[in-house]
Nanobody, 124 residues
Framework: QVTLVESGGGLVQPGDSLTLSCTSI????????MGWFRQAPGKEREFVAG????????KYGDSVKGRFTISRGDGDRKVFLKMQMLKPEDTALYYC?????????????????WGQGTQVTVSS
């Protein structure tokens, strides 16, 4: 079991870049798949990105493909989400999550250890 804390959110303009960070304040997550989900007001949780334990195999939601990059770092103590070419529709609360197994699934039901989230607002 791990306790995840997200950081790095903020208010940015369309076209800007932002990098979110996720760290564990309790337990290590080297045995887990790591992922990011987001939820905008009135909408369901949406899969953003996932990364396998090897840090090489990744998967992205269609709406962020080519703009966002997930990575593991700092001795596998942190997970990052680099977001580029941000759009107003990227505005949401972003969550860091874990999963077990090999397959990176896009259903939120497959993920657990949800953090509190970090807010990203893209507005001019």
């Amino acid at each position: 079991q791990v306790t995840l804390v997200e950081s790095g959110g903020g208010l940015v303009q369309p076209g800007d870049s932002l990098t979110l960070s996720c760290t564990s304040i309790r337990g290590r997550f080297d045995r887990y798949l790591m992922g990011w989900f987001r939820q905008a007001p009135g909408k369901e949780r949406e899969f953003v990105a996932g990364c396998a334990r090897d840090g090489i195999r990744t998967k992205y939601g269609d709406s962020v493909k080519g703009r966002f990059t997930i990575s593991r770092g700092d001795g596998d103590r942190k997970v990052f989400l680099k977001m580029q070419m941000l759009k107003p529709e990227d505005t949401a609360l972003y969550y860091c999550v874990t999963a077990l197994g090999q397959e990176i699934r896009t259903s939120h039901e497959s993920w657990f250890n949800w953090g509190q989230g970090t807010q990203v607002t893209v507005s001019s």
